[in-house]
């Protein structure tokens, strides 16, 4: 009588989860971390100057009670940009200051790391770094969402809807805030003018 073995099938617990750790490390790695580099980013105050937000910025960003322009009703969206303030030039500088330095941040300590052995509480600081920087993106692209509105209405002449100029306009405001290069001292709102208008140029010749 011929024996039969049972072959029994290891559980992908430990393998499963290693696997799972080297997926996310490679992800890690391959994330392309881009910054406007400045040299306070060398000196040895580089972290206090990113950390030490000016008098404006205790100011909460959203505020209720502001008026609206007179001339036409707004769609709810529009209407809320104007709960926005705007921000002032020692505050702008020191949001995009602080953005460029947490990713100037987060790419550097990475690039210290061994790929193959960085471990997740490594990877998880520099997530963190790198969330952070997000979060003041976001400050910066709310703050600027009314100057979409405002160029996107000398533009309503387009083949496309007021609406989807307004979507365009905010994706190439996304890219000014990514790529504007506050060291220079200037205010970005003449820069991103300049894109969005670029942009839009753009699209007008291409509905041609």
Not at 103 to 119: N, Q
Not at 126 to 153: Q, Y
Request: with cysteine.
């Amino acid at each position: 009588m011929i024996a039969t073995v049972k072959r029994v099938r290891r559980t992908g617990g430990p393998r499963r989860a290693k696997s799972a750790a080297g997926q996310r490390r490679e992800a890690f790695f391959a994330r392309k971390i881009d910054y406007v580099p400045c040299r306070q980013f060398l000196g040895a105050n580089a972290e206090a100057l990113a950390s030490t937000p000016p008098a404006e910025a205790a100011v909460p960003l959203t505020q209720s009670g502001v008026d609206v322009p007179a001339g036409r009703e707004l769609t709810p969206y529009l209407a809320s940009l104007y709960q926005t303030r705007l921000l002032a030039k020692e505050e702008e500088q020191y949001y995009f200051r602080r953005m460029n330095w947490l990713k100037f941040k987060a790419a550097t300590e990475r690039g210290r790391l061994d790929p193959k052995r960085a471990t997740p509480r490594q990877i998880d600081r520099i997530e963190k770094l790198l969330g952070e920087a997000d979060e003041v993106r976001g400050v910066l692209i709310t703050a600027n969402l009314r100057l979409v509105v405002s160029i996107a209405k000398k533009f309503v002449d387009l083949h496309m809807s007021f609406d989807e100029l307004v979507g365009e306009g905010n994706m190439a405001l996304m890219r000014a805030v990514e790529k504007f290069n506050f060291a220079l001292g200037n205010r970005f709102s003449t820069y991103a003018t300049y894109a969005i208008q670029r942009h839009f140029f753009r699209l007008s010749h291409r509905g041609r």
